[in-house]
Structures are given as C-alpha cells and as structure tokens.
C-alpha cells in the first residue's frame, strides 16, 4: 500500500535551519508530483511549496526565498529545506502525493520555532 512518511521537524531557534524528509513507498515516485503542506493550530492546513514529477516548482509566498522543495528519485525521497525560520512558520508538516486519483499523506512532523 501507499505510505508516505515524514521525518525532520523538531525545535530550532528564529533564525535557523530544518531539512523535512518525505519517504514514499508504494507508488512509482518519478512519475508523481508532490507537496508540503502545513497546518497551525486553529488555522487550515496551506500548501508551502510543490514539484513535479519534472523538477518545477512552487512555494507559498510567505515561504519564498526561504524554504527549497526538492526531490531524489533513486531513493523515492522529497525534501524540503528550510533556512531563515521564523515563529510563524510553527506547524505541523505534511507531505502529500496523488496516486490513481487518491491524495496520500504521510502522519506529519511538528516543526516549532521559538523567538
């Protein structure tokens, strides 16, 4: 079966660095895009950045310049890099990938940033 499973988050100081990990099992990971997600409490969950199956990419504009969406096909893994944290960016992140129509997500990874 599809399972996608995050790891990464943890607590850094405003300011510094995370690299989330998304391991995909269960689909054929070139071929599918992907996405990161995020979720604080009491808010909706947001897209943060996404790729395709291509390399293209795309990022919330609160994120721009800061974070990096990437992908490793050989190792069915995608990434997201995280420079410059802010309080704000405190969340849970979830990533998620489509497959035969279906949406998948991984169970998240709580990121938070202290000022």
């Known amino acids: 079966q599809v399972q996608l499973v995050e790891s990464g988050g943890g607590l850094v100081q405003a300011g510094g660095s995370l690299r989330l990990s998304c391991a995909a099992s269960?689909?054929?990971?070139?071929?599918?895009?992907m996405g990161w997600y995020r979720q604080a409490p009491g808010k909706q969950r947001e897209l943060v950045a996404a790729?395709?199956?291509?390399?293209?990419?795309n990022y919330a504009d609160s994120v721009k310049g800061r974070f990096t969406i990437s992908r490793d096909n050989a190792k069915n893994t995608g990434y997201l890099q995280m420079n410059s944290l802010k309080p704000e960016d405190t969340a849970v992140y979830y990533c998620n990938a489509p497959w035969w129509g279906v949406d998948y997500w991984g169970q998240g990874t709580q990121v938070t940033v202290s000022s």
């Open positions: 790729i395709t199956s291509g390399g293209s990419t």
């Open positions: 269960g689909m054929i990971f070139s071929i599918n895009a």
